[in-house]
């Protein structure tokens, strides 16, 4: 097997759906979880997605040949001096098949690699044939200051003007950045080399939140829909927002300091109104 054929794949789901889709072209979807996913918000969306569309796993990435492991350490479960599970960092790829005439839609949810990027990319192209590829939409989330009494921002990131204007379209503000990239701008770049159209989608999450922003998550999923034309059921998640967006009002009207803070950020966010920065 040569190097460009890294990937571990269900060979048989893989053959079926290929052959099912040959008519079809496809859209992708890609979260990467740690550093570019603050509060969860691209894997939260991304695992939203594959639930409610019931998107069947095809296969993934193996491993071994993209991470520091002591940088981010395989997960152990020990029990009374006996291991019972071992893993390591995951990256699933999963396929939901239109009934309708518009794409299908490829799901990539893992963990940032941190070495041998252009491997890993070639891992993915791999996996699918991307001559039918429609759209790569990769999605991230940062921390932000930003309070939650506000429409959550997306901010977007892509390699032509064209597309730029278009994301301007769906109210989704362009980035300035120069600075430390992650993944994401090296798959913008290749994706390009390969004629394939990408993008980035980027969730602006408020600093103070503790754990999975579920309000960024929804409005990040609200514009990766609408660039991409899917239709999927977002109810769910929406009150999932509202239900977070009523615990930090309450948190707010018990906690004097915590008003104060949100207000502060709020001050500061409504007069300030800075181009959105992302890690990239």
Not at 34 to 60: F, N
Not at 112 to 125: A, G, L, M, R
Not at 187 to 197: D, F, H, N
Not at 211 to 234: E, F, G, P, W, Y
Request: glycine share 4%; charged share 30%.
């Amino acid at each position: 097997m040569s190097q460009i054929c890294v990937a571990r794949i269900v060979v048989k789901r893989v053959a079926r759906l290929r052959r099912e889709s040959d008519s079809n072209s496809f859209n992708m979807i890609i979260a990467f979880g740690g550093w570019p996913d603050a509060k969860r918000v691209a894997t939260y969306a991304a695992e939203y997605l594959i639930d409610k569309l019931r998107a069947e796993k095809i296969g993934e990435i193996d491993s071994t040949r993209f991470y520091d492991f002591a940088v981010e350490r395989p997960l152990v479960e020990i029990e009374r001096g006996l291991i019972k599970s071992y893993e390591l960092p995951q990256n699933e790829l999963y396929m939901w098949k239109s009934k309708s005439e518009t794409q299908d839609l490829a799901i990539l949810i893992g963990a940032e690699p941190h070495i041998n990027w252009s491997e890993y990319v070639d891992s993915i192209f791999h996996l699918l044939d991307f001559k039918k590829a429609h759209r790569l939409c990769l999605l991230g989330g940062l921390v932000d200051r930003i309070p939650h009494t506000v429409e959550p921002l997306i901010s977007g990131v892509a390699p032509t003007q064209e597309l730029m204007e278009e994301m301007k379209l769906h109210d989704i503000e362009p980035t300035e950045y120069t600075g430390p990239s992650g993944i994401h701008s090296f798959i913008l770049r290749e994706s390009e080399k390969r004629g394939v159209t990408a993008f980035s989608l980027w969730g602006h999450a408020p600093e103070y939140i503790e754990n999975a922003d579920s309000r960024t998550a929804h409005q990040l999923l609200c514009k990766t829909t609408s660039m991409l034309r899917i239709q999927v059921d977002l109810e769910d998640l929406h009150s999932e927002a509202d239900l977070l967006k009523k615990q930090l009002d309450g948190a707010m009207r018990r906690d004097q300091t915590f008003s104060q803070l949100v207000h502060s950020i709020e001050v500061e966010y409504n007069a300030t109104r800075r181009k959105p920065g992302y890690i990239a």
